[in-house]
């Protein structure tokens, strides 16, 4: 048994998330580790709520009420469909836990130790009506370097390369559209040039990347800046240094803190399971990998920034130093971003409307069908497109007509003849049926192999091969014609029902919830693909906060069912079933493209006033 650490982007909590996030850091990250466990590994499945940083500042303005308030609502809101959605964490937690204030504020005093963070001064971005510093990325120019428009104060989308605000041209507020003014204020930076040629060392020895992903952060190097890792405000994680920790408009900066998330959050999992130091068997051990998902906007912070952040607190840098008392860290096996996905021929963008929530597909459609869409359609290596008119074709032709249809097929000619799984006769079997039995044991290596190197598309549709070859020999074979030889009618069933179970088990990181449905309609008992859940908890270290956690309990061979083809039990009762999947209308479509139509034209409208009450307020 190997540990397998499986670290999940952080979704932002100052919205409800949409498709397009969880097709990049949500699917595919749970895919993996239901593999993984399947195969008998011991996974550490991790992720959160992001909650600190200005933006959530700013919508909480927008709204009238608190940062927390504002948190605090949408960690449930996301809690609540990344659960629905299936998606298999150990822990899903938050970054305002008192636990990850502590996690966080131990790195910084130890690459503080270590000479790797120092004190200087930036230029920050002020709002001239407000006096209130304004959020990196909310402020959008010409690129300097590429002289792309739109590229934003902390990252140019175009050309990948970072940026300061002040370095954009002709700066402006994407809150209310104010040219900002830039004033020198004291912050504390990590200085990553003397932490670059350990972090280019450790990327150059990464083995099995996506080649985009590997030449993006290895180009992040060509030219490395220190970066302020505070900020002026008064939302966030305070500074541990004597003279900061108190001032109450300086705060450690959002994206030095997210990403300790990780580290934070296999802590608090060992605490809530009873043993506080098992999260070192996957943080402190060499040999342990771990994997982070994510969207390839978040590539630098996972191939630069954190990394550069464990080199730091593990002394690693030009500079020397020595591990803190959570170190050494393990730095990132792979990094496994995927492209944009975009929303019928448009970039995704909740403040243009463009938007599908989790909350909503999974109100209107079988959760398995999302999954199954985003899976076989969704941006793996390349940008791809969310249409509605793919999304129920991939639904009624592969999932309701060629899957649901032939476990039921299955499943019912074995509830009509026997009404239990028939044993196969030996002197019946045919080179047709050792043929496809052999097909579906070899299943498990080919699909695999796929899922390991993260081809998860190639992975699925290899499984759905297998279904398409089991159809064809009940074709082949037509059962229902078999009438005076019930020894050859059971042996073409019980093959059948074989290599259905065996495509489930191929088929249940992707599809856990109908896993479960054809398990049970071909008279299996007991959990075949676990589920996760929510809990209601109290903070560890702050008795005063209560917040929801998603987790759940898979054990091989109690809730799980093993990475193999398993003997599938004869005489387990089969009754008449009752379909897994159903045909969603064709009128769906449609429908669906006029809600669309109609949302993005109220969001259009709401923001074209809000921006006339904002220059009318600035005409005063």
Same mark, same amino acid.
């Given at each position: ?6 670290? &999940? ?490 290599? &259905? ?120």
């Amino acid at each position: 048994m190997t540990h397998i650490m499986v670290n &999940v982007a952080w979704p932002y909590a100052n919205g409800p998330r949409h498709i397009g996030h969880v097709a990049g850091f949500g699917v595919p990250s749970d895919v993996y580790a239901r593999y993984q466990r399947m195969k008998g590994n011991d996974v550490l499945m991790v992720s959160g709520t992001d909650e600190h940083g200005t933006p959530i500042l700013v919508e909480a303005d927008k709204e009238g009420v608190t940062p927390q308030e504002l948190a605090d609502r949408y960690n449930r809101v996301i809690a609540s469909d990344l659960c629905k959605l299936g998606l298999s964490y150990d822990l899903f937690t938050r970054t305002t836990t008192k636990n990850h204030e502590l996690v966080v504020q131990e790195l910084f005093r130890q690459c503080l130790k270590n000479g790797y963070i120092y004190k200087g001064t930036q230029k920050v971005a002020i709002s001239p009506s407000t006096g209130r510093t304004l959020p990196d990325r909310y402020i959008e120019g010409e690129c300097p370097i590429c002289h792309a428009p739109g590229a934003r104060g902390d990252q140019c989308d175009n050309c990948g390369n970072e940026l300061d605000p002040d370095e954009l041209i002709n700066p402006v507020s994407k809150i209310n559209g104010e040219t900002p003014i830039f004033q020198e204020s004291e912050h504390y930076f990590l200085d990553l040039p003397a932490l670059a040629d350990a972090n280019l060392a450790w990327l150059k020895t990464r083995q099995g990347w996506r080649t985009n992903v590997l030449n993006f952060s290895i180009g992040l190097f060509r030219e490395v800046k220190p970066r302020a890792i505070t900020r002026d405000i008064d939302w966030g994680i305070p500074i541990p240094v004597p003279g900061w920790i108190d001032n109450p408009n300086k705060r450690l900066y959002v994206w030095f803190d997210a990403v300790i998330g990780y580290l934070s959050a296999s802590i608090e999992w060992a605490r809530r399971s009873g043993d506080p130091e098992a999260w070192r068997k996957w943080w402190n051990d060499p040999s342990t990998p771990g994997y982070y998902f994510m969207g390839k906007d978040n590539i630098t912070f996972h191939s630069q920034i954190w990394p550069s952040e464990m080199i730091a607190y593990n002394g690693g840098g030009s500079k020397g130093g020595e591990a803190g008392q959570l170190g050494p860290l393990n730095l990132p096996e792979q990094v496994v971003a995927s492209e944009f996905m975009t929303m019928e021929g448009k970039k995704f963008s909740s403040s243009r409307g463009i938007v599908i929530y989790v909350k909503d597909i999974l109100e209107r459609y079988p959760v398995d069908a999302v999954r199954y869409y985003i899976s076989v359609a969704g941006p793996e290596n390349s940008d791809s497109d969310f249409t509605w008119s793919e999304f129920v074709r991939h639904n009624n032709e592969e999932l309701a007509a060629s899957w649901g249809n032939l476990v039921n097929r299955v499943a019912n000619l074995i509830a009509k003849n026997f009404g239990e799984v028939p044993p196969i006769a030996e002197d019946r079997l045919t080179d047709e049926d050792r043929a496809l039995l052999a097909e579906s044991a070899a299943a498990f290596d080919t699909v695999g192999s796929l899922i390991e190197t993260h081809h998860q598309k190639n992975a699925l549709n290899e499984a759905m091969r297998l279904v398409g070859d089991i159809n064809k020999y009940i074709s082949a074979t037509e059962p229902w014609k078999i009438k005076d030889d019930s020894d050859r009618l059971g042996t073409v069933l019980h093959v059948a029902a074989q290599a &259905v179970l065996d495509a489930n088990h191929l088929l249940a990181p992707f599809l856990p919830h109908s896993a479960q449905k054809v398990w049970e309609a071909l008279g299996g008992t007991g959990t075949f693909s676990p589920l996760p859940h929510i809990e209601e908890v109290t903070d560890l270290d702050d008795p005063a906060f209560h917040y929801p956690i998603i987790t759940g309990d898979y054990v091989l061979g109690e809730t799980l069912r093993p990475w193999r083809s398993e003997p599938i039990e004869v005489g387990a009762k089969v009754a008449k079933p009752t379909p897994i999947f159903a045909k969603i209308p064709a009128e769906a479509v449609d429908e669906e493209l006029a809600r669309f139509e109609t949302a993005l034209n109220a969001r259009r409208e709401a923001e074209a006033q809000r921006l006339a009450a904002e220059q009318a307020k600035l005409a005063e």
